[in-house]
T-cell receptor, first 111, second 116 residues
């Protein structure tokens, strides 16, 4: 079993839709949860960062962490074609530098 | 230049060639990383350098040889690679590589490597 499971997609939705991206994990020691966005021909960049459980909102983006279910989500409201990218989840237990990554979900927003 | 830069952006090499990838960070960070990214697979951490000292080598084959002459520069020397080594090689940096909190990693655009 992989430590972090993420559906690679692609996920294709129409412009304006609400997008839900998800990761599940097996290690209950994870405390730091990140979402990175990677555009084509670019490196990943940090989009959202959450410590422990709960929700965090930043504009059209909301990150949710449910530690009891070992499940994290990223919601995108009013999706735009410019949101088309690969979204990678990453996690850490905070004890060292290592991030445990999901495989990334390729998201396509159709105009 | 700002952020993390990588050269070359694309590289095609034969299995008997020797080449090097270069990474430079302009962020004043102390930790630098090499990752391998293959399609539909999680990022694979290859090497970590903290204050120029290698702190991690995740069972990477010896045909990959890292070099970190200072905190701003990182190289990955390649020789006698295999076709399965074809991938996107990403360099990243962060303020530090150890500690009890999370440090954001900043990535370069990557080098797309094709081994024939």
């Amino acid at each position: 079993q992989k430590e972090v499971e993420q559906d690679p997609g692609p996920l294709s939705v129409p412009e304006g839709a609400i997008v839900s991206l998800n990761c599940t994990y097996s290690n209950s020691a994870f405390q730091y949860f990140m979402w990175y966005r990677q555009y084509s021909r670019k490196g990943p960049e940090l989009l959202m960062y959450t410590y422990s459980s709960g929700n965090k909102e930043d504009g059209r983006f909301t990150a949710q962490v449910d530690k009891s279910s070992k499940y994290i989500s990223l919601f995108i409201r009013d999706s735009q074609p410019s949101d088309s990218a690969t979204y990678l989840c990453a996690m850490s237990d905070g004890s060292n530098y290592q991030l445990i990554w999901g495989a990334g979900t390729k998201l396509i927003i159709k105009p | 230049e700002t952020g993390v830069t990588q050269t070359p952006r694309h590289l095609v090499m034969g299995m008997t060639n020797k080449k090097s990838l270069k990474c430079e960070q302009h962020l004043g960070h102390n930790a630098m990383y090499w990752y391998k990214q293959s399609a539909k697979k999680p990022l694979e951490l290859m090497f970590v350098y903290n204050f120029k000292e290698q702190t991690e080598n995740n069972s990477v084959p010896s045909r990959f040889s890292p070099e970190c002459p200072n905190s701003s520069h990182l190289f990955l020397h390649l020789h006698t690679l295999q076709p399965e080594d074809s991938a996107l090689y990403l360099c990243a940096s962060s303020r530090k590589s150890q500690g009890s909190s999370y440090n954001e990693q900043f990535f370069g655009p990557g080098t797309r490597l094709t081994v024939l």
